[in-house]
C-alpha cells in the first residue's frame, strides 16, 4: 500500500521531472501510460478524480513512479548492467545517434522493457514506443502507433502512416521504438517500410523482438515477399542485435554477489538463500534474474 505521504513524494519527484525533461503533464501521462486527467488531478494534490471523487489506485501513483524514476522504498533487486542489457541501450542509444534502423532479438527476461523504459525517462518528449498484439491488423498496428505519439486517428492507412513520419521529422532525435515485433502481421510491414523511407537518416526506428525474430525477418527476405528484403536490408544496414540465452553464467557477477552480501547477514542465510535460488532454477530453468532475486523475499 502506498501511502498519501508517500503519494505527495512521487508528485513532487514529478514535478521536478517536467521541470528539468521540460515536459507537460500530456507528455508525461503518454511516458507513465496514465489518462492525462489521472496526472492532472495528482499534480494538483488529489488523490480522486472525476465527479464521483473516486479514489486514485494505487497502481497508478505506482506508474508515475516508475516512469519519473522514482523509488519508494530500497527494494531487493538492484539494476545490474548485464551484457544482454548493455547490447539492448547501445542499440537504442547508437539508433537515435546515427539514425540508422536497428532490430534487437532476444527471448522475454533479458533486459528489453527496462532499457526500453530507461530511455523514454531520458528522452520523455521525442521518444515513442509501441507494444504490438498478436491480434493486432496491419491497420491497428499503424493507430496503436498513431495515438502513442498523440496524433488523432483518422483518415486512411495511408494517412495515418504519413502523419507519424511528419512528426518524426518535426522533432529533433526522435525515436520510434517497436516492441514485441514478433507479433506483427506480415502486412504491417508495408507501413513500417513507409516510414523507415520517409524518415531514413533523419530519425531512429528499432524493432525488438523475440522467438527468432531475426531468422523469421530474413527468412520471408529470403523468399523475396514484399516488403521483406528491403526491410532485411535497412536493419542489416544498422545492424541486427542478437542477444544471448540467459544460463547461470549471469549470476557471476559481482553487482550479484554484492546483492547477497547486503541480503545475507550471515553464512548461514547466504547458504539458505542459495538453497532457495538453486531450487528455483530447478523448478523453473527459464526463471530471470528479477524472477529470482524474488526469491529472496520469503523469509
Sequence with gaps: MITDKQKREIVQAAKAYMIVKKVSQNQLARVAELIPAYVSDMMNGKLTTGTKNTPIKDQYFQKLANAVGYQLTKGLWWHIDTANYIKI??????????????????????????????????????????????DQTAKSFIETVARSMDIKVAGNQYNLRRNISKKLLQEMDSQLIIDEAENLKDAAYASIKGIMDDVKGKSSIVLIGANEYQAHITKLADKNKTPFPQIN???????????????????????????????????????????????????????????????????
Aim: glycine share 8%.
Design 233 to 299: 536490408r535497412r536493419i542489416k544496414e544498422g545492424g541486427f542485435i542478437k542477444l544471448n540465452k540467459w544460463s547461470k553464467s549471469d549470476l557471476i557477477d559481482m553487482d550479484v554477489i554484492s546483492i547477497l552480501q547486503k541480503t545475507c547477514k550471515n553464512m548461514g542465510e547466504l547458504r539458505g538463500a542459495i538453497i532457495k535460488l538453486k531450487t528455483e532454477m530447478l523448478n523453473n530453468p527459464s526463471a530471470t534474474l528479477f524472477e529470482l532475486s524474488e526469491i529472496l523475499l520469503a523469509a
Design 89 to 134: 541501450a547501445n542499440a537504442l542509444h547508437d539508433g537515435r545517434a546515427d539514425k540508422m534502423v536497428r532490430a534487437v532479438d532476444g527471448d522475454t527476461g533479458l533486459g528489453k522493457s527496462e532499457a526500453i523504459e530507461q530511455m523514454m525517462r531520458e528522452n520523455p518528449v521525442n521518444t515513442y514506443c509501441v507494444e504490438c498484439a498478436g
